[in-house]
């Protein structure tokens, strides 16, 4: 459902896109009428997993430890496969168990923003 720099993720338990107005001058006329000056639509996919392997987990932050990258995803507007550049928000994971030395991963999270 996800690449990132040509990299299948793993398959993901929710998956949405925002499809978000970015304005330059927002104002109102003297009777009350917007005006705006859009200047981008931009995307943010949130995705989450319910549980991966501390593999998994590593795997995918490298994927997405620089500044920008490439990611290919299931565009709501268009029905098809869009590429776009990317950065990553916030990480978030919880540890399930630790058993035997391994760490299993629980309700990871992340929000990618294109640029």
Known sequence: MIRVNGQALPAV????????DIDGNTARTIDGT???DRIAVKRK???????????????????????FF???YIDPQTGANQRGTFYVEDRTAAGLDYMDGTIRWKEVRMNFVER
Do not use: F, P, Q
């Open 34 to 36: 917007m005006v705006r």
């Open 70 to 72: 490439e990611i290919e």
């Open 13 to 20: 338990a929710a998956y949405a896109v925002g499809i978000t």
């Open 45 to 67: 996919i949130e995705v989450s997993w319910a549980v991966l392997t501390k593999e998994e987990l590593s795997t995918i932050l490298n994927r997405v430890s620089d500044v």
